[in-house]
């Protein structure tokens, strides 16, 4: 019986494209940098989007950064989780993954600015990157992430310590400037893209329950 076509996978390479991705963020950043006016135009507006038709923007506003420590924070996480994802998934799947659950998150926080009437700018990978660090734990349950370098965390404890501290920061806005329900809709999509896509459920794998292998 043929595979639904969800569920069609796609021929396994490697050929870098978390590297790719980063040059790719690097060189906006520095568009961006030489003509500031560009990161109006590819970060996410929700009045260009509805008054002016930016539909671009639901892609670019990912590859937009705010400034130096912003493109940094998540290109090292692109670069230490997503190569490791990649030679999992492949080069096309983990393109496809990545690109579609940064902009799912950038639709979901649209719709949210859009219906509570607040015009705000999003940009940043960082719905794409916490995406990416989701599968990574899925597929690499009991790897070790150094906290500062010093403090050993499991992979799937740095998850849930993430949600925990998305959620208690968007409830009391510690920090209003950073978009945390963009943050947890990079995880919610990521779940759903690994539990629908490639039959790995992360629920069961962080509950020991077998490990995120592909399909």
């Known amino acids: 019986m043929s595979e639904s076509f969800i569920r069609r996978p796609l021929p396994y390479v490697y050929n870098n494209m978390a590297l790719?991705?980063?040059?790719?963020?690097?060189?906006?950043?520095?568009?961006?940098?030489?003509?500031?006016?560009?990161?109006?135009?590819?970060?996410?507006?929700?009045?260009?989007?509805?008054g002016r038709g930016f539909f671009w923007q639901f892609l670019t506003y990912m590859f937009t950064h705010a400034d130096m420590s912003h493109i940094l924070f998540n290109m090292l996480g692109l670069f230490f989780f997503g190569v490791q994802v990649e030679r999992q998934m492949g080069s096309y799947e983990f393109l496809l993954?990545?690109?579609?659950?940064?902009?799912?998150?950038?639709?979901?926080?649209?719709?949210?600015?859009?219906?509570?009437?607040?015009?705000?700018?999003?940009?940043?990978?960082?719905?794409a990157v916490?995406?990416?660090?989701?599968?990574?734990?899925?597929?690499?349950?009991?790897a070790r992430i150094y906290i500062m370098g010093i403090i050993p965390?499991?992979?799937?404890?740095?998850?849930?310590?993430?949600?925990?501290?998305?959620?208690?920061?968007?409830?009391?806005?510690?920090?209003?400037?950073?978009?945390?329900?963009?943050?947890?809709?990079?995880?919610?999509?990521?779940?759903?893209?690994?539990?629908l896509r490639l039959g790995i459920n992360p629920v069961d794998v962080f509950r020991g329950r077998g490990g995120g292998r592909w399909r």
């Open 153 to 195: 965390v499991k992979s799937t404890h740095l998850v849930i310590g993430y949600t925990v501290i998305e959620l208690y920061s968007e409830l009391f806005s510690m920090r209003s400037n950073v978009a945390h329900l963009t943050h947890l809709a990079g995880f919610g999509f990521a779940f759903l893209y690994l539990l």
């Open 20 to 50: 790719m991705l980063i040059i790719a963020n690097v060189a906006v950043f520095f568009i961006n940098y030489v003509v500031p006016e560009t990161r109006i135009y590819l970060a996410m507006v929700p009045g260009l989007i509805v």
């Open 130 to 142: 916490f995406a990416v660090l989701l599968a990574f734990a899925t597929y690499f349950p009991d």
């Open 97 to 127: 993954f990545y690109l579609l659950t940064g902009l799912l998150a950038g639709i979901f926080s649209f719709l949210l600015f859009y219906l509570s009437g607040v015009n705000t700018i999003l940009l940043g990978a960082s719905g």
